[in-house]
């Protein structure tokens, strides 16, 4: 007998707690477990956070900022909500916990079950974490040749990550020991969003540049065909910068619907795309109202919607929608920038890594903690 999932309601979400940051923050990832949130920005630092005691402790393996984030694990892995109130915080620790870096190969023993974070950083470092211990620790780490690291993205059965960057060439790594599998040439421009399609085949690419949306056989190594993503265009003529970009991918669980995001021009709203995966053509296009933005993060919920977050000029929101209508189905203001974001994989929980501070530019950072509450 299988028991349906306690339906949410997006709408009322709401938050329960914030937790400072010394830095900005870029991307944020809640480990499988669901106890600790990684978050990392403007420094070298991996912060990690206890979801039960809001205890936050770094990490500094990193060689420059923290851009990108993301995680897996084995099937059937217990998950741990975060606590309805912080618990008692841990006794006093060192402000750094500093973790050996691994060498090229580390053999994984004991349980069968994996849970892993992966982090990369700005110039081109990649860290794996193992997850099911007391602490997080150094599985391996490598230089991924990227020139700038933009993106990275699990394999369904992870038996491989795939980083991509400003030298518009994907790449694909061992989990298991950070060994190089193999590359994937075809894009123009740097790669800015990677995302692997559920049927467990298919890799796809998103870049800044052309707005392409590539899809590859990876296991074969070859490109299959192109999504255009040209409403995601906006080259503002005579500064020789391109504010567009495919900036996230995602799918439906069925693998029936694609979704990127990013912005609808310069200094015009956020906005998301779809696509039908068997025809390849886009099918919807949802702009949002939070004026002069940029989506930079989506994720496609379970039960049917999905959730996107994004930065203004000195603000930041984030936005829930149904695929099939045009208008929002809610929205929340949040405290600042939100330049990454991460389901929780209780389904409940939202982590939202932000940047704030008096200058515009930014000189701290938060990771807020919202919940969806079950419908009434």
């Not at 391996?140 to 394999?155: F, K, N, P, Q, Y």
């Amino acid at each position: 007998m299988v028991v349906a999932e306690p339906k949410l309601d997006p709408a009322a979400t709401r938050r329960l707690r914030e937790f400072p940051h010394e830095t900005p923050l870029m991307s944020c990832v809640v480990d499988p477990t669901g106890r600790w949130c990684f978050a990392g920005g403007r420094s070298r630092r991996v912060y990690v956070t206890d979801l039960d005691s809001g205890v936050t402790r770094s990490l500094e393996d990193h060689e420059s900022w923290v851009v990108t984030a993301t995680r897996w694990s084995s099937p059937g892995l217990p998950v741990r909500s975060p606590a309805a109130e912080l618990a008692p915080p841990p006794p006093p620790q060192p402000r750094d916990v500093t973790q050996p870096v691994a060498g090229p190969s580390r053999p994984v023993t004991g349980s069968t079950q994996e849970s892993l974070v992966i982090t990369g950083d700005l110039v081109g470092r990649l860290i794996c974490w193992e997850t099911l211990g007391e602490w997080p620790s150094v599985r391996w780490s490598i230089e991924t040749g990227h020139g700038t690291l933009r993106t990275a993205a699990v394999s369904r059965d992870g038996k491989c990550v795939a980083t991509g960057g400003g030298d518009g060439v994907l790449r694909l790594w061992s989990t298991a020991d950070g060994t190089a599998i193999r590359e994937l040439t075809g894009h123009t421009c740097p790669v800015f969003s990677t995302a692997f399609h559920p049927d467990g085949t298919h890799l796809l690419s998103g870049d800044r540049g052309d707005q392409k949306i590539r899809q590859w056989d990876y296991a074969a190594g070859k490109s299959v065909r192109e999504f255009d993503a040209k409403d995601l265009s906006n080259y503002k003529g005579g500064t020789d910068i391109n504010y567009g970009g495919v900036r996230d991918l995602a799918f439906t669980p069925d693998g029936a619907m694609l979704f990127c995001c990013g912005r609808d021009s310069y200094a015009r709203p956020g906005l998301v795309l779809q696509f039908d995966w068997e025809t390849g053509q886009q099918v919807r296009k949802q702009v949002s109202t939070f004026t002069n933005s940029i989506f930079h993060h989506l994720v496609f919920h379970p039960q049917g919607f999905y959730v996107t977050s994004g930065v203004g000029a000195q603000t930041g929101e984030i936005w829930f929608w149904t695929p099939e209508k045009d208008e929002k189905l809610a929205s929340l203001k949040v405290s600042g920038p939100a330049y990454g974001m991460d389901l929780h994989p209780d389904g409940r929980h939202i982590l939202v890594a932000q940047m704030g501070g008096p200058r515009t530019y930014g000189d701290q950072g938060m990771v807020g903690l919202y919940e969806m509450p079950l419908a009434k």
